[in-house]
Structure formats: structure tokens, C-alpha cells
């Protein structure tokens, strides 16, 4: 899920700050998962924004509304009254959302209440952490199902560095080593000899490096 | 009982005939019993408080309590078990971490934390009960209206 | 009220529960499971089904009567609502005994209001038999009534009275106009009863009794010593006031209704028309079983001044006779009247339309604004050219040869006193002499003078005992928010509360305990020390019986933190100390001292007695009551009256406080619900609550399936089920809402706990208390 996390209220003042009128829009899909953009904060800030506008002396009229998905066009059509009807938009959404509304409505600014952190999961009630980097060219078969790209500070592909220390990373001492994490994951499947191969270099032409990606998979296009 | 307190809005004299409203979401197994004791023992105590009846204050939505903030009320009382009292086990702790964030946001919009506040009592504590409503409708009385008041709309809202 | 409200609008909104209000209970019949009980219900004036208690009636209702609710401290309009907190939730208008001021001033009662009203609407007939019902002579009064009730008129506040006394004349005169259209007499009477009654004397009260006792069914003869009937309408008002055929007519519609007139017949002694008590009486003559003597009241007052025997001096009421039966009375061309009543003015205007007659004038001694003639009789008299000679008084008529010349006067400084009472005074030195050869005295006419003393009014002192009553109905009162004694207003420093006046006193024939009276003083003790910081309370008990729940604590309270002292000692004596108006109170102390104490103020906690109605209600149910004259109950069956399936709760059955009678009230509707335990659920109505959808099954179509309400709820009840949604076990959940705060879509809500219930509920608390 991509995880998303709320833009503290003085920026978000500062960014709708030329508007009057505004549309909220929240986004049914991971950030109401991850507790960010869903109905509930779409609510919680639109309060706290007309509350902030109305102190400031320069009240806002807010128009709430949550949809599906954000990413995707079939939801998005339906905003369009609502979008005609506000001078601006902010969204609740990941980046993608962002700017599939941005990308639609061409004549009404569009902006992020949240910042975009990662693609990650839950790890505990409201406590989420990064898995995957998104690069496009998928290694977890070599090691147990870890990521070593994401999760290991410096990236290594053949083992932790010097730096690790009762089984946590240098970088952040509460952050477990994803080199011992491996380890134990492929002692535990019985796949440690996967440890003696050598991993050469990554491939990092399928990640970001080349600017933004576009897939193309002609089995489902119509 | 002490006189001072029957007449909140005598310390903010220049306030004139302004008297603070305070919302207290009160829940169902300590908090409520609590009020209701305080009246069955005929206690005194500010009559600037309106309780609102909770099943426990892990179900005060944040909402609500904003809600309560921009419609005008001056200050706002969450009142849930003791810590590790709760009745749903942990329904308080959550409602303490909600109000922490929205006493966060409260600061960061300029009406400020002290206009809410959680506290935690049993159902015996009638005494406790009217201290703390004593003590929040002192402090709002301090703080003033909440600038958000439909009266106080006019001019330039300052804090 | 905290605790009675909430239990009145629960009563109000149940479907199976009637109350009906303004209702007395006139008896009860039947057995335990079947009662008939005799209900006889009063008007509320108001009705309760287009009633929805806006309150615009209150704003135009101008009547203010002192509000019961309050103590009769504030006031309350005519229309009203008890309290606003009255269930039913209605207005109503009390009509405390004050009729409608045109109908109260008229004193045959009228219903002036009512046939006005009708008149309004055209409906003429039942105008005139309105008034006919009280008064069997409309077109007469119509004509010559003083019409008190237009003076009274509430609309002489706007502009001036309504024409209450024309409208009349009009109804009567149309119907007589039109006597073709509206056929059958009023109706006859209802049954007829065998005693006969004789009325002597045929004027207006003859004939008004005459009718109505005629329509109550008896036989009646009227008998009347001169020719005609009517009396002094026919004899005493002037022709060109009442003409005679009207008076003939309306003598006639009396007639018709069967009552016999014997005109010319005098009665010289009443009781020998009366049948005697024992049989065998005198055999001569018709007898009847009631005498009723109306002979009216023909006799002229004397001035009693010198000269007056002189045949020139006429009284009025003779020579109005003289002029109505059409003889010319023999009189000078110069009159003068003496008086300042309607009857002056009659004769002064009598006299002005007699031949020969050059001159009339009139003195009186009350000035020309003060004279109880009718104004305009008095402003027509003056355009007649009747001289008026205000503020004199009569000391002696001249005479010349036995021949009347003139009447010598003097002035009148004031005719009544300060208290609106007759009480002329002169001043001998200034006087004046009229010249007359004719002197019409009238001066008023003969009255019993020794019934008119018992409707003599004091000078002012009924009424300010009344407001003195008014005064001490208040006392001990708080008011203004300030403690203050009620005889002189002084804020009091000491305040003495004597427990178990007369209750827990054998020797009064009140043995029981008061039951609130210990709660009541302590608390009034409270509300006294706010209102009047510093003040030393004591309280006189035997012992404090504080038994309801956390009572004690309250006690408590009041003896340590506020000081009250309470005294176990029953006073025996309390004496004015007079200057300071201090009490002192005598007492034993526990030690059989006796011990004396001034305070301030006294409050007597006197103990409850069965309210005024009980006996009486008690006697029409057939309930017997205790020793104290509270209902009778056995110590078993604390609910249960002497009579089986009437159960008891609250005061009545002996002193209570509101706790106590609502935990009896729903001990005494368990009682009789055994009594209907084998009926139970007929006849009742049920509540139709709005449709519930049952959602079990269905696509929780919000849901996103976060399972963050999994991951919160104590219970487990919420699971992610076989369609990846989050759903709620109903069994499991025990409705603490944790979920609900937490869904991030917002999905899950908790009945009675609804977004838009919470916030209308917080809207109703900043709305319904106006900002506190």
C-alpha cells in the first residue's frame, strides 16, 4: 500500500491561503488505509481549516467529498460539478491521485494535503513502515522474501556491511540490520546457500533513474 | 460553597455578562456516574457545564470535539476512567492520544490546547469531578470567548 | 421539578397512559379489574387539540392574576401555562371567578358579551333569548338602562365602550319586528311543580321573578295595587324615555308565559296570602306556598328643612306618577328641583314639557361633574333649557302666606369625603336664595336604611388587610434574591428553624413524622447562607432524620463546613421582643436547662396535613383514611387502600418527599398491574418506531476494508468476512464505539451515537441555553 502521511495544518493554511472556496477531496483506497486521507481526515481538517480561517478573519467554505480511488478516472469524473462549484481543490490522495485530479481539471488548482512517503504496510496499529523502493526489477526471490534494496540503509546486495550491530543497522540503532533479517529469514526456509551466490551489480534502469516510468501491457489493452 | 464559583465570569469582569460554555463528553461507566454522584450528593459546582453522554471517550470522534470548538463553545472537557480503568479496556488511552492531537492542532490554528482538556476519574470521585470542572471553567474563563463565537465575529480576532 | 419533569414527559409520550386534567373524580363503582369511575371535567377554555403552545395568546392576553406557581410572587396572564415544564403541555384561561367586566357590572348578570357577540354574527333571535334568559325586558333596559357595562367596557380603553345598551335595544326591537319569522315563545318550562307562589307587586323585580319562577315550573300570580302593570317603569320613568307600548309589549311576552297579573289589587298584608302552617287555617281567600315583595321603593326622601310642608312642595316620584298617568299636576311657572339623580333630571324635564312652565331649575349639591345623574340625561336636561345650580344645599324653603316663594341655600364645600363616602359639608356664609313657587324635591327615595347599613364600606380597611395578607402569603420568601423578614424587611443575622411544629405532637393529634421537613430546613439553611453570607442558622430538632441516599452527607455538610448548628431541644415558647422585633426562644437544652435565645428570624417547619381536598375525596371513593386523616394503608401493604384495587402513592397516604412518592407510584401501578396481569397487553397501543433495515448480510459498501476496528475492539467483534469486508458481530459487541472513532471511512456507527445526533445534540446545548 502506498503510505501517506498528513501535511501539518499552518502549511496547509498557507497553501489554499489565496482561496476562499475549496474542495477537500479524500481518497478511499491506501491513504483510508493508512489512516491519512480518508473521510475521517478529510473531516478533521476541514474542520481545523475553517476554524484557522475564521480566527485569521478570512473564513473558508469548504466542500467535502471522499471518493474511491483518486487514481482513477472512472471516480474522478464525478468530481466535476463539485470541482466547477470551488475555486480550488486539495487532495487527500498520493501523489498519483494529486495529479490524476490536476491532469483532469485543467482550469482549478489542484494541491497535496499529504506527503507521499512510501510503499509499505502496517506494521502495528497506526505504525507503518517502508518495504518496497519501487525499482522495477524484483530480487526478493534471492533473499527469503527481504528486501535488501529497501530496507538495508546502504543497499547492499552481498551481505551487511561492518557497521551492524546486535542485529541493527548503523544508521538507526532501532531499525533491524535487513542483512540479519535475511539471514535469519533463509536459515529459517533452509535457502542459506543462496548466501554463498554472488549478486552482481543491480540493474537500475527499470527504477527512476530514466524519469518517470510508463508500463504498456498489450494483453490488456483493449 | 465558595462564592466565586456559583459566579464564573466575575473574574473577567471586563468581559461583561459573558459566561464560558463548556461541553464535558463524558463516559458511560466513571465519568457520567461521576457527574450524577456529584448532583445526588448535591455538590456545587460551575453550572457552566453541559455533559454530553459517551459510551466511552474512545468513541469521542475528534470530530466532535472540533465540532464543539467551532460552533462556539469555549472549552471542552473529555472525562474518561482512570488509566488502566477503562471499561473497554483502552478506549481512554486512545481518547488521550486523540486529544493530545488535537490540542496539537488547536495550538497550530491559534485557539489553543488549554481550550481542551482529558481527564480521568472513577465513579466515586464526585469531588474530583467538580474540581476538574472547576478548574477548566477557571482556566477558559481566563482565556476569554472562543474567539470563534458568533458574537465575537466583528473586528480582528486576536490570540 | 428535576425530578418530576423528565417523570411527567415519560407519562405524557406513552401511548397507554390518558391524562386527563381539569377533572374531578366523582365516585368510583365496580370491583378490583373492572372500575367505572365518574369523571367531571372543567373547561380549559383553550381547545387542547389546535393548541400547539406558540405563547402569542400570553402577549395578548392583558390580564395579569398572581402566578400560583410562583407563590403568587410574580404574576401570570389570564391565559396560561402552569409551568414550562406543564404536562399536558397546553394553555389555558382561568376564569377565576371575574366574568367579563360588562357582564360583572350589570346587575341583572347579563351575559353582555355573549349577545353582542351573536349580534356581531346576525344572529339576532339568539341574541334576544340570551338576554331574555336574564333579563325579561330587553327592549325596556335596551331603552333606559343605566348600562353600567358600557362604562365598564374594556374597549373605553381604546376609544370608548361599545354600545352594549343599543345593541340590546336593536336585538329587541328586531325580533319584535319580526315576531312572524321566529316563532315559539322561550322556551316553556321543563316541568311543572304543584307549590304556587305569589309576587306582589308588578314592576321590574316582580316580573323578573315572576318569569323565572315561572320557568322553573311554578304557578305564579302577580299582584298589583295599581292599574296597570310595570310599576315604576310605567309610573315613575318619563313617556319620552319609555314609550308605553314597548313596556306593553314586553309586560305581555311575560304574561304569555303563563302568569296570572292582578292588577289594582292591593296586598296590604303579605303573610295572609300565605297558606298556614298547620291545617285548618283561615279558610278565607287564595293561598300560596311563597310570598315574594317586590313593592319597590315609592317613597320621597325629606329634606327636613323648614318651610317643607308647604303644599307647593311636591316629591319627585309623585309628581313623575302624576305626569305618566296624563294628569297635569298643578304647578307654578317657576320649578325648582332639588336634586342631582336621574330622577331630578327626570322631574326637571318632566316639568320643562308641562304647559305654563316658564322657568325649571335644578340644584344639587354635588358640582356638575360629580352628579350621580346619567351625564347625558344631565347634557340633555341643559340643552332643554333646565338651569342647573351646582354646590348648594337647601337650608329652608321661603314661604309667603303658606304660598312657596323661594328656597334659600347654601354653599357645599364637598359632598364626600375622602373615602368616596356621602359626608356633605357647608360653609354657612356664603348663601343664596332661588326663587321658586313649585319645589320638586328629589333627593332619593326610601330606603331601608338599616339594610343598606351592612353593605356600608369601611373606611379602606378590608382592602389594606387584604394586601397586609398579601404581604405576610410571602413571608420567608426570598425575594429579589435577598434573605429579608418579612415584617420589616431587615436583612436578618440570626435565623432560628423549629423542626416538628405540629407533627410528631400527640397532643395535636399529629404524631406522625413530616418525613421532609429535615431535608427542607437544612436545605433552606444552605440557600439562606448563599443569599446571606455569615448568617448564624440554627435549627431546633428532637433528631435529624435523614434517611434518602447520601442525605446525611448533606447534613453533614451543613453542620461542618456551613456551620448551621443544630440544636436537639423543642422550643416551647417564641416572644416578640418588642423594638428590635427580635423572637426570643424559650427552650430546654438537652440537659433540662432551660435556655433562652434571640434570633432575627424564626422559620416554623410546619409539619404537612392532608391538603383541604382530601376528606372530601377520600368520602367520593370510599377510601378510609387514618387517625391523621391521611389515606388508610396497612403496614404490609403500604400501597394498597381499604378498598381493594385502588392503590395509593405520593402525600396522600402520608408526608413524602418526591423520591419516595415516585419508588410508591411505581409500587401502586405494580399492584394494579397484578390486578391485569391476565389481560395484560390488550388494549394498549404500541409505538411505531421508523422501519429498521437489517444490514446483516448485505455489502458494507464503505467499508475498505482497513481492519483497523479488527485491530481495536476488546471484543473481537468486528471480522473481515468471506466478502473482505469489515463486519460488526453483533453478539459480541457491547457498543463502546471504539471502532466508530477509529474507522477512517467512517463506516461503522453506533446507534443512539450518530454523527448527526452528537452534533445535534451540541447544537441543542448551544442553542437551548441561549449562550447560557
Redesign the interface.
Known sequence: MIVASPK???EL?EIVAAHDKILFVGC??CV??C?AG????V??YS??????R????RPIDIEQV?IERQCENEFIKDLAPAVERNQAVLSFACGAGVQALAERFLNRPVYAALNTQFLGILED?AVWTEKCLGCGDCMLAQFGGICPVTRCAKRLLNGPCGGSTEECCEIDKDRPCAWQVIYKRLKGIGQLDRLEQIVPPKDWRPAWHGGARKIIRQEHRV | MTAAHTQPGASAANKGAWEPEIIAFCCNYCAYAAADLAGAQRMQYPPNVRVVHSPCTGKIEMEHILAALEKGIDGVLVAGCLEGGCHFIEGNLRAKHRVEHIRGILDEIGIGADRLRMVNLSAAMAPTFVERVREIVDTVTNLGPNPLKESAQQGVVSK | MCTLSPKLVECARNKNIDIITLADVEGISGEPGNFQVAISRRPRYVEARKCNTCGDCVEACPVSLPNEFDRAIGTRKAIFRPYPQAIPNLYGISKAGSPAPCKAACPAGVNAQGYVALIAQGEFKEAYDLIFERCPLPAVCGRVCQHPCQSECNRKDIDEGVSVRDLKRFAADYVYAHRDEFKGAPAAPAEQQKEKVAVIGGGPAGLTAAVDLRRMGYAVTVFEARPLMGGMLRYGIPRYRLAAEVLDQEIKNILDLGIEARTGSRVEKSETLLKPKTNGGSAGGEKFDAVFVAIGAWTTKKLGIPGEDAPQVLPGLKFLHDVNVGGKPAIGPNVLVIGGGDVAVDAARCARRLSGVKAVRLASLEKPGEMPAHSSEAAEALEEGVEFHNGWGPTKVLTDGGTVTGVEFRACTRVFDENRCFSPQFDDAKTTTVRADTVIVTIGQGIDTSTLGTVTTGPGGRVAADKETLATSIAGIFAGGDVVRPSDNQHPKSIALVQCVGSRDTARNAGYCSSICCMSATKEAMVALEHAPGAEISIFCMDIRAFGKEFDQYVNRARDEHKVKYIRAMPSRLVEIPGSKNLRVRYFDENGEEQQKEFDLVVLSVGLRPSAGVRETAERLGLALNEFGFCRTDRLAPVATSRPGIYVAGAFQEPKDIPESVAQASGAAACAMEQLASVRGNLIQRRDYPWERDVTDEDPRRCVACATCVKVCPYGAPMINDLQKAEIQGAKCMGCGSCVAVCPRRAITLRHQEDAQVLAMLDELLVADGGL
Not at chain 1, 38 to 41: D, M, P
Not at chain 1, 54 to 57: N, V
Open positions: 501539518p495544518v499552518t493554511k478511499g483506497t483510508t488505509v489512516l480518508g473521510e475521517r481526515e473531516g478533521i474542520y481545523a481549516m475553517r476554524m484557522a475564521r480566527l485569521a478573519g471522499t496499529q
